[in-house]
């Protein structure tokens, strides 16, 4: 990603802030962003949530823009470049967090996937995945519209869902063979 794709929006609401706040951010957060499509950019927002005679406390928030879900930090403290650098820390780590885990395969499916073809019986899968379906209406269902259906409301894969439908199909037919 070009850093001229990358977008910061500022919201500081404390004019005894210096630039270094602006320079620290920008750099952390494109050096963050750097080699990556998945943040498209960042806003972040200071204000001074208590000013007293004793001390002042600030408040820094971050929104990160990023696929497949945004990342949200705030952080409060008495010293606004202590809790930016907090929250750009903090940051940092959720967002390498959410990549990696984004990187690694999906368990859950494959869980799921072993769990329809080596645990469930013909009926379990029917009385899992076609709650609510009329058997009567089902033997009228392709087979092919019926796996695109588990796989768009059960979130299965093709191979799991595949399997699926051919023992929804079966049991389906034996029960339409039976109703009266």
């Not at 001074?48 to 409060?76: E, F, G, H, M, S």
């Not at 092919?144 to 299965?156: K, N, S, V």
């Amino acid at each position: 990603m070009g850093s001229s794709d990358f977008y910061i929006d500022y919201n500081i609401d404390v004019s005894e802030v210096g630039d270094e706040f602006k320079r620290e951010t920008e750099q952390r957060l494109r050096e963050l962003a750097s080699s990556h499509s998945d943040m498209i950019g960042a806003a972040v927002s200071l204000e001074k949530t208590a000013d007293t005679q004793t001390y002042d406390l600030y408040r820094v928030r971050i929104v990160a823009y990023k696929r497949p879900q945004d990342i949200v930090v705030t952080k409060q403290d008495e010293d606004a470049m202590v809790t930016l650098r907090e929250v750009l820390g903090a940051l940092e780590r959720q967002v390498r967090a959410s990549r990696e885990k984004l990187a690694q395969k999906d368990t859950h499916r494959d869980t799921q996937i072993e769990t329809v073809f080596y645990d469930l019986t013909a009926d379990e899968i029917y009385a899992t995945y076609a709650k609510g379906w009329q058997p009567e209406e089902v033997v009228e269902m392709d087979h092919t519209d019926i796996a695109r259906r588990l796989m768009l409301e059960q979130g299965l894969t093709q191979d799991a869902a595949d399997f699926a439908a051919d023992q929804i199909l079966l049991v389906a037919a034996r029960l339409d063979d039976y109703e009266p």
